[in-house]
């Protein structure tokens, strides 16, 4: 069979490397980034950071693998359809923001209704995946956080109220909960003392990127923190969430952790509440504060914690 390049160009078909077909190729690759990057990949991959873990503990050890990527596939797709819907309702104010105003809606590289059916193919396929190979609870908080992200926090909370990121917070710590439910099909204080963690940390960790993107959001309407509260009243919220969040990983120590656990999520809470002090401190006395130095060392100490519970769990 011959290549098709060793075929003569005749007519308007060029042959393959021409410049129509390289443009062509660089279209469709260039379409289908715009699809991934409207599912949030980076969003994605820092939720599924607790759900593995999770999972180990709730097995006492290695759940079976097949499990672990039905999880981790439903998971992403639920996560990809949540945040791809999110960009269809928030395209109005996201092509006002320079966080977000380079996001496929904006600079229209995908339609919006195009936009819509992909979120609510990937939430179906996530769902029916859930379904048939975990069971009713873990497939329930599956569509459940589906649901309350866009129609709960996204649609209404976001815009509304200053709250957002408080209950917001629900849907983003519902990742442990579905990787406990998927290994035992119920839920445990320990799930629930590990969804506390994750709950918490949302709000020093979000609020650390609303301080730095404050006129983003203020210049879109949000009523964030940062857009409606001093920076002293947001700095003193950091130190607070960012306290129960390290007093919420304390208290699963007990609930069947071991010294590994307990040990990490000690020395890196300690650092997580000093790098917190150290920002409140900064606002305290009006200096220039780095809110993303906290947001970053926020996700090391996410990482950090969760891989402890997985080291736990085997051992």
Not at 5 to 33: C, F, K, M, Q
Not at 52 to 62: E, F, H, I, Q, S
Not at 184 to 202: D, E, M, N, Y
Not at 288 to 300: C, D, E, G, Y
Request: hydrophobic share 55%; glycine share 8%.
């Amino acid at each position: 069979m011959s290549m098709i390049t060793e075929r003569p160009v005749t007519g308007g078909a060029p042959a393959a490397g021409a410049p129509g077909e390289v443009a062509r190729r660089s279209d469709v690759s260039a379409r289908i980034r715009a699809y991934v990057a409207l599912t949030k990949p980076r969003i994605v991959e820092l939720l599924l950071i607790s759900t593995v873990p999770t999972m180990m503990l709730a097995a006492d050890g290695l759940p079976p693998l097949w499990l672990v990527a039905v999880v981790l596939v439903g998971g992403s797709l639920a996560a990809g359809a949540a945040n791809a819907l999110n960009c269809y309702i928030d395209r109005d104010i996201d092509q006002v923001m320079k966080r977000t105003k380079r996001r496929p809606l904006p600079t229209h590289t995908v339609a919006p209704r195009n936009a819509l059916v992909f979120g609510l193919v990937l939430a179906a396929v996530s769902v029916i995946l859930m379904a048939v190979f975990t069971n009713w609870l873990a497939t329930g908080l599956t569509l459940g956080a589906i649901v309350y992200y866009d129609l709960v926090y996204t649609m209404w909370l976001k815009r509304t109220t200053w709250q957002n990121t408080f209950w917001g917070g629900i849907c983003g710590s519902a990742p442990v909960l579905i990787g406990w439910a998927a290994v035992t099909g119920s839920l445990a204080p320990t799930a629930w003392g590990l969804f506390a963690v994750v709950f918490f940390w949302q709000l020093p960790h979000f609020y650390a990127l609303a301080i730095k993107f404050k006129d983003d959001y203020a210049r879109a309407g949000i009523p964030m923190l940062p857009v409606v509260a001093s920076i002293r009243r947001v700095s003193a919220e950091i130190v607070v969430y960012t306290w129960l969040t390290v007093l919420a990983s304390v208290l699963v120590w007990p609930l069947g952790m071991g010294p590994v656990y307990g040990i990490t999520a000690l020395v890196a809470g300690g650092v997580f509440i000093a790098e917190a002090h150290r920002l409140n401190q900064r606002a305290g006395r009006g200096e220039r504060v780095k809110p993303m130095r906290l947001f970053h060392w926020s996700i090391t100490y996410l990482t950090i914690v969760f891989v402890a519970v997985a080291v736990d769990a085997l051992l």
